[in-house]
């Protein structure tokens, strides 16, 4: 093409100034002389000429950026979504609560006085709190509940298995009384002795001082009272204490989180006072607080004020400021043993923030494995992709080049071309993305952009160049040898260099991990939180050096196939042979395809080692396919509702025990409430051989074999429970009972820490053994716990599974291993697509000369596929096992345990058939190229046929 602004090299560069006839020109573009000035007609040509391939590269820019860009929004919409999920999950251990002493009320007299604005002083306590909490705090936690609660006083009835708390519960603004009751047996508690405006002072040392409370409907039929009957109550320095029922109470609504402040307020609270023990709680209303402040002594009586958060209020970016102003609250909080009224904080919600933000950037940094290895793989496939086109573009090039064009006018006009391609392409992506994330990240894009704008301009600068580049090949040997030599030294330093850029992020992975460190407050979505960009890119970096290592065996392997070849009969095998050794070579096609089938492996393998890790930790959880856990009223029917469930159709086994959590167990002079498990251990154990739980023989050392101490099976997450300890077993009023640990036991629920014994074993030793959980195993279960209802709750280990399985940050990285998994598959076919295509032009030039020698056009096809197959058989086989391998060295610093819930990684797992699709996917597409392309080229006439032979 001839530029008529533009001579030779060496004759410099003319301007259209430098021609009269196109002053006009001049004066409406003014270049630079340093300036490069591209020639827009062969922009427009080169374009037009090469649409397919452009519109192409467009569409997988258009692809991958919506991808990046989408991915980050979404992980930090779910961030959003774990941080609400975890606080709606925490019960309790998430409430801000203050406390503080009540003012003295002694008398003139030396006696005690009965303050009857006792509950305006609970209510200016409660707004003093909520003015301490702070703004930060004061704007993500409900409206306050303020209480007033008694010390555990026991129910003096011969049974030290029950006690009552007195409990008085105050609303926030407009709500001073509390959660709303309907009574229906008699009526709210008020004044016992005078009304309640009459100042009264009681003499010390004087009889009890009668209070009045309500019950819940539940806790009266427990306790056997109606309203007038008195409660014979003593505290722990056994001074009686007279309680008289006023009226029975039903809720309103008994999901308010008032009644969450008190346990046993509605319903008996089971084992909150150690084991065996049932507690009550007596609602005092405005009017009987006065009393109950001089039923009990002064330090018996305890205001307290409880911040519920609101989930809604949180996310993922808020969660940092919101714990660092809980950690300066209770920094500020008074000493729990000063008996003043200075305000004491305590709250777990720093700690549920930091774990659901561990969990929150362990997730993150798991998206960002997957997003390099995509992006790596994208990349690749762009640079294939630009490598093709410039191979359909080497003679315009080189006739540009010698007819005048300058390099940086051509690679001004490449770069014009390209940047454009690339800013089209990633605005469609983006918007795309906006389309299926709430916004977009154009960080994660940038390698994609850059990529696509550089590569064409510096390959096409370099293919101009070399069209006018008068090198000769050097006559001399040595010279030739040193030239080789060079640029192998240079291939294998970047080798090298990638090398110990791997095995550094391979140190860094093991050592560091990828879970995030305690105080690292890098945000979601970012990719990488920390310095763990490094250890991330392990399995990308890994991947490429294994790829570089394959390439360099593959010529070797094709070579020795060739001389086989050579000496057979068969001259097809020859052709092919022939034409695979001649682009075995070949860097980006291999590359593309064993990096793509490598870490899509390693997609699928994660994510199907998640997928057991899920199901592993429901059946630990639940211990069975269903776990029955009886309410207290109906313990005593638990063995006979095990018997029924037993004999239910598709139930293969059923087994009843006992469930007590905190117990009070002494383990080398520290003091540890671990969950006491109470259970047939032969049954137990044939119950978990049906499951796959592991075995635990232990259990055969359980059933006591004489007198002495109660063996045991131990568990514990930090060690403090071992095999080989004496404990001791704490209870009220009781002599502890002398335990052993002849074993280690699973954890049996969530929990870390459990001590489990046999139930006669234990019954020997005067504890109670009383069932109160039933563990049911079979097809059947879930029909069988269902038709068998009782009061209690009901685990099934389908719906356990079920909901972690749907857990924010479980399925959102489910759902990107799929994603990427997929993405990788298709990009690796493109890759061999645009690869078979840029060698289409050689391939068929050689099997066209072949075809006037008699060659018949189907067996043209085996020729082309003999060239396709060898890369692609060692992707196939090399990338699924690639990819598994790298999992199974990369699952434990992954820090998958911390979203499957398990408390030590799960076990890796192949999913072959993941892998077989993975090994099947480039094989279906050569099957499917080889007859399009001989298809396509079977149009040809003989005549060019001939020509092209010639």
Do not use: C
Not at 200 to 207: H, K, L, Q, S, T
Not at 776 to 788: D, F, I, K, Q, Y
């Amino acid at each position: 093409m001839s530029r008529s602004t533009v001579d030779s090299p060496a004759a410099g560069r003319s301007t259209p100034a430098a021609d009269p006839a196109n002053r006009s020109t001049a004066r409406r573009v003014r270049w630079p002389r340093w300036a490069p000035a591209p020639h827009w007609p062969s922009v427009r040509g080169r374009a037009r000429a090469d649409a397919g391939p452009l519109l192409l590269t467009a569409v997988v820019v258009a692809v991958v950026t919506m991808l990046a860009a989408a991915v980050p929004p979404r992980l930090r919409a779910t961030a959003d979504e774990a941080v609400r999920d975890a606080l709606r999950g925490s019960g309790g251990a998430a409430d801000l609560l203050v406390q503080a002493a009540l003012e003295g009320d002694d008398g003139e007299h030396g006696g005690r006085t009965r303050n009857p604005l006792l509950a305006d002083d609970v209510t200016a306590f409660r707004d003093r709190a909520a003015e301490a909490l702070g703004p930060v705090l004061g704007h993500v936690v409900r409206p306050p509940v303020a209480t007033v609660t008694s010390t555990v006083l026991k129910v003096a009835d011969g049974s030290v298995q029950r006690a009552l708390q007195l409990a008085y519960l105050a609303g926030g603004p407009g709500a001073d009384d509390g959660p709303r009751v309907t009574w229906i047996a008699g009526g709210a508690p008020g004044a016992s002795v005078a009304p309640l405006d009459e100042r009264i002072e009681v003499p010390p040392r004087g009889p009890p001082w009668p209070v009045q409370i309500g019950l819940s409907e539940a806790n009266a039929d427990a306790l056997g009272v109606r309203p007038g009957d008195r409660i014979p109550l003593r505290d722990d320095r056994s001074n009686a204490r007279e309680v008289r029922v006023s009226g029975v109470f039903r809720a309103v609504d008994d999901t308010d989180p008032g009644w969450r402040s008190v346990p046993g307020l509605l319903r008996p609270a089971a084992g909150v006072d150690g084991l065996g023990s049932n507690r009550f709680a007596g609602l005092l209303s405005r009017g009987s607080l006065p009393d109950a402040r001089l039923a009990v002594d002064q330090d018996q009586l305890q205001r307290t004020v409880w911040f519920t958060p609101d989930p809604t209020a949180f996310d993922s970016g808020s969660a940092g400021a919101i714990a660092a102003a809980v950690v300066n609250l209770k920094a500020r909080s008074g000493s729990s043993s000063r008996l003043d009224g200075s305000l004491k904080w305590q709250t777990g919600l720093d700690t549920v923030l930091r774990d659901v933000r561990a969990q929150v950037a362990t997730a993150s940094t798991q998206a960002s494995v997957l997003l390099i290895g995509f992006l790596t793989v994208a990349v690749l496939v762009l640079l294939l992709t630009a490598d093709a086109v410039n191979r359909r573009r080497v003679p315009a090039l080189a006739a540009a080049r010698q007819r005048g064009a300058a390099l940086p006018d051509i690679g001004a006009e490449l770069l014009i071309e390209s940047v454009a391609v690339a800013v089209v392409a990633a605005a469609v992506g983006l918007a795309a993305a906006r389309t299926v994330a709430p916004g977009a990240a154009w960080g994660w894009t940038l390698p994609v952009l850059l990529t696509v704008a550089g590569a064409g301009p510096v390959l096409g600068v370099r293919t101009a160049a070399d069209a006018t580049r008068a090198r000769a090949v050097p006559a001399n040997r040595a010279t030739r040898a040193w030239a080789r030599r060079t640029g192998q030294l240079r291939r294998a330093a970047a080798e090298v260099a990638l090398l110990i850029a791997a095995v550094a992020a391979f140190v860094a992975l093991h050592q560091r991990g990828l879970l995030p460190a305690a105080d690292d407050t890098a945000g979601p979505g970012s990719g990488q939180d920390g310095g763990a960009t490094l250890p991330a890119s392990a399995p990308t970096l890994a991947v490429l050096v294994a790829s570089l290592v394959l390439l360099r065996l593959l010529p070797a392997a094709v070579d020795v196939a060739l001389a086989r070849a050579l000496r057979s009969r068969r001259p097809l095998a020859v052709f092919g042979a022939a034409r695979a050794a001649a682009t075995a070579g070949r860097m980006l096609p291999l590359l593309v395809l064993v990096t793509a089938a490598a870490l899509a492996g390693f997609a699928v393998t994660v994510r199907a080692t998640a997928e057991r890790g899920l199901s592993d930790g429901a059946w630990r959880t639940v211990g069975a396919d269903a776990r029955v856990e009886v309410a207290p009223a109906a313990e005593a029917s638990t063995p006979e509702l095990a018997r029924r469930i037993a004999a239910a159709p598709g139930v293969r086994r059923a087994v009843a025990g006992r469930v007590t959590d905190g117990v009070r167990v002494r383990a080398a002079g520290t003091v540890v409430r671990p969950r006491l498990v109470v259970v047939d251990a032969v049954a137990f154990r044939r119950l978990r051989s049906g499951t796959p739980l592991p075995d635990e023989p232990a259990l055969d050392r359980l059933p006591a074999r004489g007198s002495g101490d109660v063996p045991v099976l131990v568990g514990s997450d930090d060690g403090g429970l071992r095999p080989g300890m004496a404990l001791d077993l704490l209870r009220d009023a009781a002599p502890a009972v002398r335990l052993v640990a002849v074993g280690t036991a699973a954890a049996i629920g969530l929990t870390g820490d459990v001590v489990l014994v046999d139930a006669a074993t234990v019954a020997a030793a005067g504890i109670p053994t009383d069932p109160n959980t039933v563990w049911v195993t079979g097809p059947g279960s879930a029909r069988a716990v269902t038709a068998n209802a009782v009061a209690g709750d009901t685990v099934l280990r389908a719906d356990v599974l079920r909901d972690r399985r749907a857990a924010p940050l479980t399925s959102g990285l489910l759902w990107l291993t799929f994603v990427t998994a997929a993405a990788l598959l298709a990009l690796g076919s493109l890759g061999l697509v645009v690869g078979t295509t840029a060698a289409a032009p050689d391939r068929w030039q050689t099997v066209t000369r072949l075809r006037t020698l008699g060659l018949r056009p189907r067996d043209t096809r085996w020729i082309v596929a003999g060239e396709l197959l060898p890369p692609v058989a060692v992707a196939a086989l090399g990338g699924p096992l690639l990819g598994a391998s790298l999992a199974w060295l990369t699952l434990d610093p992954l820090g998958l345990r911390v979203l499957t819930g398990q408390t030590t990684g799960p076990a890796p797992a192949l999913p072959w058939w993941g892998l077989a699709l993975v090994a099947g996917v480039p094989l279906v597409t050569v099957a499917v190229v080889v007859p399009v392309e001989s298809a396509l080229r079977r149009r040809r006439r003989l005549s060019e046929v001939l020509r092209i032979a010639t």
